[in-house]
T-cell receptor
């Protein structure tokens, strides 16, 4: 079962690019990588999802190397409003076991002026 | 359109009492998930429902926890004989279909405090 490991916290200044890396050494062939963002007192919100190489949307980019054992969420030019907890989630279309639906502790990003 | 709603937003109860938490998913979403989030922790999967299939209860921490989903829509999570360690935020999410590739839309959560 794919377990994910992320840094507990990161700090950044406003305007900088932030890269958060998630390790998932046991990722399975059918697994996708999904990132969620959670603000205090709110439920998580979907940011981006990918299977391999690079995915970009209006919010972020997701870089996945060929071996897929890690992934990097890239937030361009962060602002104070990007201060949140970011979760990396790995799983497949089959949904499934409780451990695959565990978000882990996430990475707490603090953006300051 | 309306997102996932949960009620109550806050619930304070005494140890040993039963509580019911409600979740209204997004209309048309066939999958519904319940999670628990303790202070400063990640989300812990509890249970999920997909259409008319039997729910996956593999994440429920004890037999004091149960959930039902009526008519494929509204869901209720029930905790019997609450304990202080049950204090947490209970989050509900729904998606169009089951599986990790489907975006989960979360509600605001219910903050449960057991005294």
């Amino acid at each position: 079962l794919a377990k994910t490991t992320q840094p507990i916290s990161m700090d950044s200044y406003e305007g900088q690019e932030v890269n958060i890396t998630c390790s998932h050494n046991n990722i399975a062939t059918n697994d996708y990588i999904t990132w969620y963002q959670q603000f205090p007192s709110q439920g998580p919100r979907f940011i981006i999802q990918g299977y391999k190489t690079k995915v970009t949307n209006e919010v972020a980019s997701l870089f996945i190397p060929a071996d897929r054992k890690s992934s990097t969420l890239s937030l361009p030019r962060v602002s104070l409003s990007d201060t949140a907890v970011y979760y990396c989630l790995v799983g497949d279309e089959g949904g499934g076991t409780a451990s695959k639906l565990t978000f882990g502790t996430g990475t707490r990003l603090q953006v300051t002026l | 359109g309306a997102g996932v709603s949960q009620s109550p937003s806050n619930k304070v109860t005494e140890k040993g009492k039963d509580v019911e938490l409600r979740c209204d998913p997004i209309s048309g979403h066939t999958a519904l998930y319940w999670y628990r989030q303790s202070l400063g922790q990640g989300l812990e999967f509890l249970i999920y429902f997909q259409g008319n299939s039997a729910p996956d209860k593999s994440g429920l921490p004890s037999d004091r926890f149960s959930a039902e989903r009526t008519g494929g829509s509204v869901s209720t999570l029930t905790i019997q004989r609450t304990q202080q360690e049950d204090s947490a935020v209970y989050l509900c999410a729904s998606s169009l279909d089951r599986g990790m590739t489907d975006t989960q839309y979360f509600g605001p959560g219910t903050r449960l405090t057991v005294l």
